[in-house]
């Protein structure tokens, strides 16, 4: 049995009331596009939850997601955990000024440091700190256990066939 106020495990959930109560208002819409309504509906409640849960994870190790997103993005960049602010601006899709405000603060964490770019004098190299690699694979350990905790409820062939229906969907896009 499913826990008071969780939704029940099989048969209709909230979305399916509210596509009911289009089928009846609107009976010009066809069975297609409230389905398609209703798919998406689903996914924007998975999405919703799923940033909220990840939003807890994140605070739990002291981050926001931005900052989140800077450790995890030096972290997955080899073993050195070194790049420079205009790869992180690239990989993050953020501009270089916003990219220096999240930088002092997690370098005033002690979690990244800067240092010249022996290289390139006029550029700096972010590297993540002993703690800086601490914090980023604890949230990052507990964000995955997480995920497969809701990938569980998915049999191998439902996850392929997400994995496949959203890289269509998301192929749509310019």
């Known amino acids: 049995m499913a826990p008071e106020g969780a939704a029940p495990e099989v048969g209709p959930d909230q979305v399916d ?16 596009t409230l389905g398609a309504l209703g798919c998406f509906a689903r996914m924007k409640w998975l999405t919703k939850n799923l940033a909220a849960m990840a ?17 995890a993005a030096l972290r997955r960049s080899g073993p050195r955990c070194t790049l420079i602010p205009s790869q ?18 997690l370098e005033a964490a002690g979690l990244v440091e800067r240092a ?3 290289a390139d004098r006029r550029s ?5 700190t002993d703690k800086g690699r601490a914090v980023i694979d604890a949230a990052v350990t507990e964000h995955a256990q997480l995920v497969n905790r809701l990938d569980a409820v998915l049999s191998p062939d439902q996850r392929a066939s997400l994995d496949e229906a959203l890289r269509a969907l998301l192929r749509a896009f310019p």
């Open 124 to 128: 700096f190299r972010v590297r993540l």
């Open 116 to 118: 010249l770019d022996p």
């Open 55 to 71: 939003e807890q994870v994140m605070r739990r190790h002291g981050l926001n997601a931005g900052e989140f997103d800077v450790l």
């Open 17 to 32: 009331e509210f596509i009911e109560a289009w089928r009846l208002e609107r009976p010009d819409l066809d069975l297609g």
């Open 88 to 105: 992180l601006s690239a990989l993050l899709m953020m501009s270089r000024a916003g990219m220096t405000n999240r930088l002092d603060r």
